[in-house]
């Protein structure tokens, strides 16, 4: 069976993760992607700007025994004030958070200076997720956001795919993975 594009991003986030390794959930929403990380690396940042999801991901972690997540309740684009070291593998659910507010959603101002960050932190071989949802207000704008950014990285610096339903109704998820190549060249 055709994985899904979530399964699809843990797998290929899971080949470079190791117990050495730094993860980044910018969207902690309900703590699935934070535990999935947690439990293949040293350390995880998980952010959001939700109590709830912090509330709700505290509870499930706690229940599996992790105790290797740093939660931050503050916005993905403030990446770089909690995480210093480099990061090896990182995600994003971008939408809204399951069974909350719906009007509380990602912004593509938000998401493109955390991508833009998280990028410029990630190891030589690390990866990035990002996994658009977008059948929401707004949902379409930071789709496009997203995607004319990822088209534009470098690619002697970055390679970039993308994994999509291509025969499905109301606006299925889809999967955008980045994987570092080289360092930026600092000036």
Known sequence: MIKRPLQVSHAFLAEVLDKEAIAV???MGNGNDTAFLAGLSKNVYAFDIQEQALKSTAQRLEKAGIC??????AGHEQVDQYVTEPIRAAIFNL????????TVVTKPDTTLVAIEKILAQLEVG????IMIYYGHEGGDQEKDAVLHFVQNLDQRLFTAMLY????QINQPP??????????VKED
Not at 126 to 129: C, E
Not at 174 to 183: A, G, N, S, Y
């Open 25 to 27: 959930d910018a969207t």
């Open 164 to 167: 999509q339903p291509l025969n």
């Open 95 to 102: 939408g809204y958070l399951p069974s909350a507010d719906k």
């Open 68 to 73: 290797n997540a740093h939660l931050i309740l």
């Open 126 to 129: 690390g990866r990035l997720a």
């Open 174 to 183: 889809f999967l955008v993975m980045i994987e570092k190549l080289k360092k």
